[in-house]
């Protein structure tokens, strides 16, 4: 608010009027960012508001109850600006159909100098090139600083042109119409207020943040590697959020609740509240599990302790069994797992420890455990990102082993367990080539054949191809001393960390390899390995 007040008394300000979008429902933690920027932007005194255009039916569920839905253009009025939120490669090709939607011509070059600013964020600008055409300005960094730089450049009167000639090579922002490699540094609010998320409805838990990033760094996941240094809210500031819900059941969160150096669950059970959930990791949680909490989520990740030690979460049987036997003498009524098939240097002795590890938790733990399965993608910026994106069909099938494993152990029992199986070949392959695209995918995204359906078979890779993007290229073993679409963007990590950690993971699997080799393929000297 006072940012707009000081441009008032200059009497050119107006409250900027912005439509806060995303091209279909999403949830999770990447869903979270548009209500941050919300709120940021409604607390500067702008007019902000979050809307959804999906003509079909989404295929996700929101972790914070569905924004509005709008039919007509008529009932949004004028804007000032749309900041786009983009979390995953799947929303791409609803973007062309939802500026379509605005009134707003889909490429940049093509647009009206009056048109409303176009701006884009969310977890896909570590790697935002396949994006390019539709944006004028993409913004990397926390919205409470990108989103309102933008807003008071807007309340006072400068328009897209003149927006984009001042942001363009500042931390935080890249106009893809003035340089064609993407170039930014990412731009963060070092010391942020904890925001509430999600109020709270009768279908919703109020969500409140506690940590941004994380401390962890494990190979394959970008939240450690490209999603911001890691900060923690104050205890004081997440206390004062917390007041106003006395005696309700909350979610304060964060990607891994464990690694948070004050007592979370203190506070929250100080203020009197209840604490639903929690998202740790095992080694670091099993001195914390409360009873209580409804349900708890980890990253068990890989098969057997030595793949979990090669991506840096070196968690042994022995410490899985006994959280899992902690948790199945308290009062916690689901605990999630999530499992990543894939990894480099997997093996089928891998998938047998994990059915052994499967039965040894049952005989501790008999209440209801939700496993999903998920099949690597290297993603940009962490160390696994120059690996194969092509679909994985060994690693598919023995997903299937441990999805039947996990079946026999609870189902037998009468206990309901929920395996969630990895995406299909199409679709997996669509996410890996989409993430590293460079503008040649512009043609692709803009056809209107090309929609959310057309990515779970051939059709997408058909179109793809006849638009000129190759394909086969985006899904090959990359170099790692090569130049990439996104190799501009500055996540915050030195690069020779990123190749450092990369160069320890391939000396791994070929000692791994030449072990098996003398060992006759045994990995049983290997499985509780510290990591390196």
Known sequence: MRQVALLAKRGRAHPARIAVVEPSLTGGVGAMGSEILLSALQAAGHDAFRLRVAPREASQSTLFGPPTTLREPAQVGQLDALFVSILFPRQYVDVARMLRWFGVEPLREKRAYTAPLVAFGGQFAIAPAALAEFADVIALGDGEATGVELATLLAAGHGRIEIMDEVHG??????????????????????????????????????????????????????????????????????????????????????????????????????????????????????????GIRSYSFGVEGLSARLRALIGKPLSGATIVDVMSRLGASTAGVVRWYLIVGLPGETDADVEEFIGLLHAVREVYAKRLELTLTMLQPAPHTPLQWLSGVYNGTAAARAMRIRDACRDAWGSKGEMTSATMVKGRWLHEYDVALQRADRDAVGFLVDPRTTEKTTHDERWRDSAESHGLDVDALLETLSPGGTYAWSGVDVGINPGIVLRQWRRIEADVETDVRTREKTGGGLESLRDRPPR
């Open 170 to 291: 500042k931390p935080g922002f890249w106009c893809p119409g003035k340089s064609h490699a993407a170039k930014m540094r990412r731009l963060e609010v070092l010391r942020f207020q904890p925001v509430v998320v999600m109020p709270g409805t009768a279908a919703a838990t109020p969500t409140i943040e506690a940590a941004r990033g994380c401390a962890s760094k494990c190979a394959f996941c970008t939240i450690g590697w490209a999603g911001g240094t890691y900060r923690e809210a104050d205890p004081a500031a997440l206390e004062q959020r917390l007041a106003r819900y006395r005696n309700v059941a909350v979610n304060v969160f964060a990607p891994d609740l464990s690694s948070v150096r004050w007592d979370v669950d203190e506070v929250v059970e100080r203020i009197g509240c209840r604490q639903m959930g929690r998202d740790a990791r095992m080694d670091r949680a099993r001195n914390q599990l409360r009873p």
